[in-house]
């Protein structure tokens, strides 16, 4: 029931938000070297999870679907502009089914475009903003470069730790740096600017945070777990996570689970270039990661955090009252659950 | 980034064909890394634009002119130091947590999420402080007498040209007044609402300009006068461009003159001008 509901919601407020998009995304010229690759990424799909969950918010507090689907058209095209970025930073060379964009346009004109593309998320905002008046403009676009702070914080604590090969890490850390990265775009930025809409004015500072955190946080956690067990599921290549140094929940457990000499393995081979790296040493750290427990330990800490974000569901959205916008809202944490079952 | 929406469920589908490693380390693998840069030492003012920068510490004669020394020096002279850690006064991102494995039960987990969102909600505070102080500061430089005095130092050199864009008001370009008649398109003439002025003077000085309907094919103005007294400066020289040419006597008396600009010769105001020049040190 809640699968249905959560993929009847994400239909219905994807399809708005991407006519929404479409005045923003016209032909022009360049075409080859801009404009058509601007338009790349955003129509290649996806779930259209963040601005489903700015309109639901938005509406579960009283504010129109139309308000609020231009914000969030310029939250996915920022959404969007960010995934060249990082596809770049990530050395990644698929993205949505399809080649990432760098592979076949270009380092240098995947970033340009990367730049257009963020620049023009401003524009629904500011074509918006005259309709919503001072106070919720002002409110809007403070919330707006604090998302955008944080996210960019978040990535760089990433690239950091793969760059200055850091392995003393608390799962805090990891938790930080996914709150950042992760949370404040999919999850609290969605849910604090549909309160704007709604309220017309800025929300507590600490309100929708705990929230979006716990469930945003969860469901990393159960994805790069997904990462790890659908290699043997599917038989794909063998540790993508783990070939890209990323340090998840699970890697950290391993590094302080390890004894010296095996610990001295896995850092010779999270440093080692990605061509260079033995298939033998990446399917050795998979399986110790099973072995000493780390996947389950990561699972049983994203449960916890999923039954925390249900906790903190009722206390953020409160008063709002029951439709289902805020059933969808509800259903989100617990289908993270499902998701990964 | 991988985020939670643009990992499919079967996530790994795609692994095969993802290749990463960590940054820096991976010269040889057909993909670009970060080099680091020859010059460290940024140039961060107008001035270096005209010269090496050689590591001595920046002159800021230029930018106490303009009451900025304050305010860019600061920041140039931290650079400046070889010694000097750009990020010392930086807060922290988070506390320094301790290295350690995940715990074994969800309750532990959820706790140091708990921690985490406390700790960040803090931090979110002192950096919603850190950017208010910002912005106070900013307030309190006061751009638009800023402006003024850039527009001062520069006359100081003999003129100054300076483009003004002044949006005719929509209302008076579209609204006719009632019993008149409609001009034809045909036949209208040609209207502009830019404008730009070019001051001559040999001291301090500094203008704006203001348009409130749309100027004529041939715009014209007439002499500016000075508040609160007897002044009166020629009238400035109005181009088809529209340019305004205001050339300041030596010997014109500080104060505020203000002129208007008409449409076209003999024709309706279409918009001020106005000079402000400063009493002698």
């Known amino acids: 029931m809640s699968a249905a509901l959560i993929d009847e919601v994400l239909e219905e407020y994807g399809a708005l938000t991407r006519a929404a998009i479409q005045p923003y995304l016209r032909p022009g010229q360049p075409a080859k070297h801009l404009h058509t690759p601007m338009a790349d990424y955003p129509g290649r799909g996806g779930k259209m999870m963040r601005p489903a969950i700015l309109m639901a918010a938005a509406s579960a507090f009283g504010a129109s679907a139309a308000d609020a689907a231009e914000l969030a058209a310029s939250l996915e095209l920022l959404h969007n502009a960010l995934l060249i970025h990082d596809d770049i930073e990530d050395g990644s060379e698929v993205r949505r089914g399809a080649p990432a964009m760098h592979q076949t346009l270009g380092l240098e004109l995947a970033i340009n475009t990367g730049d257009a593309l963020a620049l023009t998320s401003l524009r629904p905002l500011t ?22 702070r944080e996210t960019a914080e978040g990535q760089a604590m990433e690239l950091g730790w793969r760059r200055d090969r850091t392995t003393a890490l608390a799962p805090e850390d990891y938790l930080v740096m996914v709150m950042k990265k992760t949370c404040w775009l999919a999850t609290i930025y969605p849910c604090r600017a549909g309160a704007i809409l709604a309220w017309r004015q800025a929300p507590p500072p600490a309100a929708f945070v705990n929230f979006g955190f716990f469930f945003g946080a969860a469901f990393q956690i159960y994805d790069d777990i997904l990462n790890i067990e659908a290699d043997d599921r599917y038989g794909k290549e ?46 050795w750290a998979t399986r110790k990661m099973k072995e000493l427990g780390s996947l389950d330990r990561a699972r049983t800490a994203a449960r916890g955090l999923v039954g925390a974000a249900c906790h903190e569901f009722e206390i953020a959205f409160a008063d709002a009252p029951e439709s289902r916008d805020k059933a969808f809202l509800r259903a989100l944490a617990p289908w993270t659950l499902a998701r990964a079952a | 980034m991988i985020t939670p929406e643009d990992t499919p469920p079967h996530v790994g589908a795609d692994l095969d064909q993802q290749s990463s490693a960590p940054m820096g380390v991976a010269p040889d693998d057909g993909r670009m890394t970060l080099e680091e840069l020859a010059r460290v030492l940024p140039i961060r003012n107008i001035w270096g634009l005209f010269k090496a920068y050689r590591g001595e510490a920046p002159s800021t004669a230029g930018l106490a002119a303009l009451g900025l020394d304050q305010f860019n020096a600061a920041a140039n002279a931290q650079r400046a130091d070889p010694g000097a850690d750009p990020m010392a006064a930086a807060p922290p991102l988070a506390p320094a947590w301790k290295p350690a494995p995940l715990p074994d039960d969800a309750d532990e987990a959820t706790r140091a999420a708990y921690a985490v969102a406390n700790q960040q909600f803090q931090a979110g505070e002192a950096v919603a402080k850190e950017l208010a102080q910002t912005a106070a500061m900013a307030r309190a430089q006061d751009v638009p007498t800023l402006l003024n005095r850039l527009l001062e130092t520069y006359s100081d050199l003999g003129s100054v040209f300076v483009q003004l864009v002044g949006a005719a008001m929509a209302q008076a370009q579209s609204a006719p007044q009632a019993g008149a008649t409609p001009a034809a398109p045909a036949s209208a003439p040609q209207t502009s609402s830019a404008i730009s002025v070019e001051i001559t003077a040999s001291s301090p000085v500094s203008a704006r300009a203001l348009l409130y309907a749309p100027l004529g094919a041939a715009p014209a103005a007439l002499p500016m006068t000075r508040i609160g007294g007897d002044g009166v400066l020629p009238a400035p020289v109005v181009n088809v461009g529209p340019v305004i040419h205001i050339t300041i006597p030596q010997d014109a008396a500080p104060g505020e003159y203000h002129g208007i600009i008409l449409a076209d010769e003999g024709g309706a105001p279409a918009g001020t001008a106005t000079v402000t020049i400063a009493s002698p040190a």
Do not use: C, V
């Open chain 1, 127 to 148: 074509d918006a903003l005259p309709r919503f008046g001072p106070s919720i403009a002002n409110a809007l676009t403070a919330e707006m470069h604090r998302m955008a």
């Open chain 1, 238 to 283: 063998i540790g993508g996570d783990i070939a890209e140094g990323k340090r998840t929940l699970m890697l950290i457990d391993l590094f302080h689970r390890l004894d010296d000499a095996k610990r001295g393995r896995l850092m010779n081979l999270l440093a080692a270039p990605r061509a260079e790296q033995d298939k033998q040493d990446l399917i």
